[in-house]
């Protein structure tokens, strides 16, 4: 399976911007972004279909965020603005080899270990 590699995490105030990065060792079809904070379930973000044309959002990040691709570098991005201590969380991306986007987490199946990003007040 194709390996992920999450990045972009940290520290930022808020009301600050951080960019994540979704890097694969192959090629990606979909791709989502999900969070997960403490004692909370996995939720979701934000999802880009193969060619770029679909993208998703939840309606918590929903104008706040921008997801993206980049095919030649096999990485999806996820730009986040505006950020408030409520985003919070360890930041996930998933993979499936399909021409379709979908909101749910058991939908897919290939994970990478996620990346922390805290927001302080």
């Known amino acids: 399976q194709v390996r992920l590699v999450e990045s972009g995490g940290g520290l930022v105030q808020a009301g600050g911007s951080l960019r994540l990065s979704c890097v694969a060792s192959?090629?990606?079809?979909?791709v989502g972004w999900f969070r997960q904070a403490p004692a909370k379930e996995r939720e979701f973000v934000s999802a880009?279909?193969?060619?770029?044309?679909?993208?998703v959002y939840s309606d918590s990040v929903k104008g706040r965020c921008t997801i993206s691709r980049d095919d030649a570098k096999n990485a999806v991005y996820l730009q986040m603005n505006s950020l408030k201590p409520e985003d919070t969380a360890v930041y996930y991306c998933a993979s499936r080899e399909n021409i379709y986007v979908d909101r749910t987490v058991d939908w897919y199946n290939n994970w990478g270990r996620g990346t922390q990003v805290t927001v302080s007040s």
């Open positions: 880009i279909n193969y060619n770029g044309e679909t993208t």
């Open positions: 192959g090629q990606i079809f979909a």
